[in-house]
């Protein structure tokens, strides 16, 4: 063991417990520590998981008695607050909700520790997990582990920056535009969204829209979130929208035969400006897969460059959205942060622009379909800029005035049409944060992004690096 225990991976960790070279407790002894290190700079943890401590000794126990172990036994890992984790705090980043308790696991939660992962805290989303940065009036602001004066994205800033900064090797993040994987890109992690329903929402909250909410894995490794995906994917007879076995898998598989076929696009790519040093990390990783043996292209997809994604997807979720907003927040009108009041006081959209926007969707649908008929995989940005300062209100991109939520437009996309995408660390910005590559395939064809991102982790320039806190 070269690396600190803080360091490893997920997989690492679950091995050496598993051949006695770590304990349980000693793992989650380290991060514990790790918690009281750094999580009064970063604020990513805001509720730790009682009893955590002496589940890692029964794990411990487990292993020294022979029993059979899970594949992630006595790893710790943490969860989003807009997630449900039974007898801890579920806050859900509102003071509405101080105090609340919840009585059962997500399924995705129950069905970690089914494969003897730890739950040791829960990590800070914005109010009702509904904004790009991670803040709210309960427990405050998440910084960025890179640099403190920057945000780690939203809403699973909370998540990621708890992982990129050595406080947890795995976690669980939900996504409606961006949540998942511009977190990651921003803080120097893995992100994964699988195809929309592979893994179920129950005990996520909000619900609403549900045809638009993801729920998945965030790690340091590719492995580490394949690993996590497969576990808690499939149908629990709870979440309509979760039908789908994970062993359906219309992708390479586990050993792809032939070289695989990806397009590529960075700018033109999307509606908006990139900024030129994501465009340099998105050529440099088209130009090592491209080393490993794939069929790399630049690709077009004119659709994608005259359709503002982000302003079709709020006019969907909007109207979903605030009724359940107006629901939880009547009476309680003094504890409403900025992101549900943002909801809350726009004006409705138009029911043609509402009809519009359901056919734009199915457009890009179309769109997708057909390119993924010529091509098995799509490498292209995850954030059109990296992490940014605190609570801009507008910021220069290429040299044009773009609005924060410019930060969605490259991910937005996929999460309209539900497609499976990832976000990966593969550059650096001259002031030293981390940016991210997302890399996209067909529906249900979730090992076609995991090979792809497994061979890029592969040849990484910025694999295995720290933010120093």
């Known amino acids: 063991m070269t690396?600190?225990?803080?360091?490893?991976?997920?997989?690492?960790?679950?091995?050496?417990?598993?051949?006695?070279?770590?304990?349980?407790?000693?793992?989650?002894?380290?991060?514990?520590?790790?918690?009281?290190?750094?999580?009064?700079?970063?604020?990513?943890?805001?509720?730790?998981?009682?009893?955590?401590?002496?589940?890692?000794?029964?794990?411990?126990?487990?292993?020294?008695?022979?029993?059979?172990?899970?594949?992630?036994?006595?790893?710790?890992?943490?969860?989003?607050?807009?997630?449900?984790?039974?007898?801890?705090?579920?806050?859900?980043?509102?003071?509405?909700?101080?105090?609340?308790?919840?009585?059962t696991d997500a399924t995705v939660v129950g069905r970690l520790k089914a494969a003897g992962a730890i739950l040791i805290a829960k990590t800070n989303p914005p109010e009702f997990s509904y904004s790009i940065e991670t803040d709210n009036f309960l427990t405050g602001r998440t910084n960025n582990p890179w640099n403190l004066d920057y945000t780690p994205g939203g809403s699973s800033g909370g998540e990621s920056a708890a992982i990129a900064a050595g406080m947890s090797p795995l976690g669980v993040g939900s996504d409606l535009s961006i949540?998942?994987?511009?977190?990651?890109?921003?803080?120097?992690?893995?992100?994964?969204?699988?195809?929309?329903?592979?893994?179920?929402?129950?005990?996520?909250?909000?619900?609403?829209?549900?045809?638009?909410?993801?729920?998945?894995?965030?790690?340091?490794?590719?492995?580490?979130?394949?690993?996590?995906?497969?576990?808690?994917?499939?149908?629990?007879?709870?979440?309509?929208?979760?039908?789908?076995?994970?062993?359906?898998?219309?992708?390479?598989?586990?050993?792809?035969?032939?070289?695989?076929?990806?397009?590529?696009?960075?700018?033109?790519?999307?509606?908006g400006p990139i900024d030129p040093e994501v465009v340099a990390t998105v050529k440099a990783a088209a130009q090592a897969l491209s080393g490993t043996g794939c069929k790399v292209e630049e690709v077009r997809l004119p659709l994608l460059e005259q359709t503002d994604t982000s302003t079709v997807l709020w006019q969907l979720q909007q109207m979903e959205s605030r009724p359940e907003f107006e629901r939880v927040t009547a009476g309680h009108e003094a504890q409403i942060f900025r992101h549900a009041r943002f909801v809350l006081d726009a004006p409705d959209t138009p029911i043609g622009d509402f009809v519009a926007a359901e056919q734009t969707v199915e457009r890009l649908r179309d769109t997708f379909a057909g390119y993924f008929q010529r091509y098995d995989a799509l490498l292209c940005p995850v954030t059109p800029f990296p992490a940014t300062k605190h609570g801009l209100n507008e910021l220069v991109v290429d040299g044009k005035t773009v609005s924060p939520f410019h930060v969605q437009s490259a991910t937005a996309p996929f999460s309209l049409t539900g497609l499976p995408a990832l976000a990966m660390r593969f550059g650096t910005s001259h002031d030293g944060l981390p940016i991210g590559v997302q890399i996209v395939s067909s529906w249900l064809a979730e090992s076609t992004v995991l090979d792809v991102a497994a061979r890029l982790e592969a040849v990484s320039p910025v694999r295995d690096l720290h933010p120093a806190l």
């Open 179 to 271: 949540s998942l994987r511009g977190p990651a890109a921003h803080t120097g992690v893995v992100g994964f969204k699988a195809t929309h329903g592979r893994l179920p929402m129950t005990g996520q909250w909000p619900r609403v829209p549900r045809r638009l909410w993801h729920i998945g894995p965030m790690a340091r490794s590719v492995r580490d979130v394949a690993l996590a995906y497969s576990l808690m994917a499939g149908p629990d007879g709870a979440d309509g929208f979760s039908i789908s076995s994970p062993d359906m898998d219309t992708g390479v598989g586990p050993k792809s035969t032939r070289p695989l076929r990806v397009g590529w696009f960075a700018s033109p790519g999307f509606f």
């Open 3 to 103: 690396d600190p225990i803080i360091h490893m991976d997920a997989s690492r960790i679950a091995e050496l417990i598993a051949t006695r070279e770590l304990s349980p407790v000693e793992v989650m002894q380290a991060h514990l520590d790790r918690i009281a290190e750094v999580n009064p700079k970063v604020n990513a943890i805001v509720t730790m998981a009682d009893g955590a401590l002496d589940a890692a000794k029964k794990a411990e126990a487990a292993v020294t008695s022979d029993a059979r172990l899970g594949p992630l036994h006595g790893v710790p890992f943490t969860v989003k607050d807009g997630i449900d984790t039974a007898g801890v705090l579920t806050q859900r980043g509102s003071p509405i909700f101080k105090g609340r308790v919840a009585e």
